[in-house]
């Protein structure tokens, strides 16, 4: 039974899968390379949970007893009492790696070692460890907190066990689990991030100003945010970073990343978290 996650990357993704666990009644152990990460993620989350207070989702009891359920830590040494592992680091897959070759070495046997990644190979990230039927994707959409959708994938290995235990853990988080194969940027990035590619090639030719794209996109579409709006919260780096798993494995030019979006990255124009992509923040 799972009773503590483990949650690898305090980040603004890390964060807000640790803070859904804890609001769920997990005991939570975040993780991170230096306390000021930690610190951030922490501050995410009292952020996050003191908006649904306001919202009246949650009480102040709910609120705290939340924020009283995660444990912080610098070691992977703290996941040896972990029954379930999430990685949330950023979208690098050597990093990755490292990762789950810590966690493989330091996890107790049969506990599952879940990626976030958005778009890297699940097969790959398994075959580094000595548990790969115990290796599984669980990409969850940002903002964790609001947002449905978990995208479950196999890697070659994945045993049946593993998806079912993930799916079971993902309908307990209130999430609705949606399966996809181990395939460049899976179900979600395979179709948004060219959209939000072609959208930066408008921006790059003239077409349109960024606020005439995502108007149009928003008012003509019934999107809820534009491309680019979007593009600047899930990361710029992230979505170039998504964008050369796809073109490198499909070998196909349509997921060729914009020079822009290269530029911007670049020039530390990263969206939200830099206050500066397409807009200013």
Do not use: W
């Amino acid at each position: 039974m799972i009773k503590k996650v483990g949650v690898v990357g305090a980040g603004q993704m890390g964060a807000g899968i640790a803070q859904v666990a804890a609001m769920n009644g997990f005991s939570v152990i975040l993780n991170d390379v230096s306390g000021a990460y930690l610190k951030g993620g922490i501050e995410r989350i009292e952020k996050s949970l003191s908006s649904f207070l306001k919202k009246g989702r949650i009480t102040e009891q709910e609120k705290e007893a939340a924020l009283g359920q995660i444990q912080t830590t610098l070691e992977i040494k703290a996941f040896e009492t972990a029954d379930f592992v999430v990685e949330a680091v950023i979208e690098d897959e050597a990093l990755k790696v490292n990762v789950f070759k810590h966690l493989d070495e330091t996890c107790k046997p049969g506990v599952i070692l879940a990626t976030n990644t958005s778009s890297i190979s699940i097969t790959r990230i398994a075959a580094a460890t000595k548990r790969s039927p115990e290796v599984i994707g669980m990409h969850f959409m940002n903002p964790v907190p609001l947002m449905e959708l978990v995208e479950i994938i196999r890697g070659l290995s994945t045993s049946d066990k593993t998806f079912e235990t993930t799916r079971e853990l993902a309908v307990t988080l209130k999430k609705t689990p949606v399966a996809a194969n181990d395939s460049p940027g899976f179900i979600s990035n395979r179709i948004l991030m060219p959209m939000i590619n072609e959208a930066i090639l408008a921006l790059y030719e003239g077409v349109g100003t960024a606020e005439a794209i995502d108007s149009v996109m928003k008012l003509g579409m019934n999107h809820p945010m534009g491309p680019l709006e979007l593009a600047d919260l899930i990361g710029l780096d992230t979505c170039l970073s998504i964008l050369e798993v796809l073109h490198e494995g499909f070998g196909d030019p349509k997921y060729h990343p914009c020079p822009l979006l290269r530029k911007y990255v670049d020039a530390g124009y990263l969206g939200r978290k830099t206050g500066r992509g397409f807009y200013t923040y």
